[in-house]
């Protein structure tokens, strides 16, 4: 159960609202009247409420009238939902009596106990009657395990029946002729929320890094401009560095190709 001397309807929801009973409903409504914001936001709040509450306004207001609406189990209460006039209301916490009146948010607000009381009002047809969408809810807020064995079998020390109460389980038995099929459930331990804790730092730590990361900044805006400079070195044209090396071409050709006759060739050496 949820502090409710905390709770507020910023901060309500369709989960936590089904920790609240209707005399909290009727404060909470009450809070609006001394919170411009939360009365603009009041039928947002009221479409909350209403999936966890039925809520109905008596527009006759009789002692009569009253009588039946407590006789259902409702409260009545007068709370001002408009500027206009205080009007009394009757409220009552939604029954959970069918297995189609299961949610996400209202699963976890259940016992175990409740819960099978619920599987078997839904035609004593076990656990595989249920509708995989059902099933999904209910393992989503409950550990579950079924075995279906001969009516004297299921009892015996030391069998998976022994074992699953003494760790907690409550079971239900559902007959099927000469067998019975066993449902068991245990409520599962709410997921703990990752706490996120951000330490200050002190400020002498904060201007270092401050500090240090502009450093690390104008170092990497200098090793880009030496870059550069290196770079245009390297792509000046100096004429000196030719070298005869330079002009050099080699041809791999055979004398044949050239299409040069040997007799015509002139040795500047021959003697006349």
């Known amino acids: 159960m ?6 507020s309807l910023k901060t309500l929801t369709k989960s936590n609202v089904w920790d609240i009973q209707e005399n909290d409903v009727f404060r909470l409504i009450d809070a609006t009247e001394k919170d411009a914001d939360l009365k603009d936001n009041l039928q947002h709040y009221l479409a909350i409420m209403r999936s966890a509450f039925e809520m109905e306004e008596i527009k ?3 002692p ?26 009757a409220i009552k916490k939604r029954a959970i009596m069918r297995v189609t009146d299961l949610t996400y948010e209202n699963i976890r607000h259940i016992s175990a106990s409740k819960l099978l ?11 595989d009657s249920l509708s995989q969408s059902i099933r999904d809810i209910i393992e989503s807020g409950f550990d579950i395990s079924t075995t279906t064995l001969p009516q004297n079998r299921l009892h015996n020390p030391g069998g998976m029946y022994e074992k699953k109460v003494s760790d907690g389980f409550e ?24 706490k996120v804790k951000i330490e200050e730092q ?12 502009e450093e690390d900044d104008d170092e990497e805006l200098t090793d880009l401009v030496d870059t550069d400079e290196d770079k245009d070195e390297d792509d000046t044209f100096d004429e000196d560095k030719l070298t005869e090396e330079s002009y050099r071409t080699t041809f791999d050709t055979d004398t044949e190709d050239l299409n040069l006759e ?7 050496d021959e003697d006349y």
């Open 2 to 7: 949820k502090d409710l001397n905390v709770m």
């Open 60 to 62: 006759i207001d009789k």
């Open 64 to 89: 009569e009238i009253i009588k039946k609406y407590e006789d259902r189990g409702f409260k009545v209460s007068s709370i001002k939902m408009n500027t206009i006039s205080k009007n009394k209301w």
């Open 117 to 127: 009381e619920v599987i078997d009002r839904n035609f004593g047809g076990g656990w």
């Open 171 to 194: 079971v239900l038995e559902i007959a099927k002729g000469l067998w019975i099929e066993a449902i068991f459930a245990k409520a599962k331990p709410e997921p703990e929320k990752p």
């Open 202 to 213: 002190p400020k002498h730590l904060i201007d270092e890094l401050e500090e240090g990361e």
């Open 262 to 268: 040997s007799e015509d060739v002139t040795d500047p």
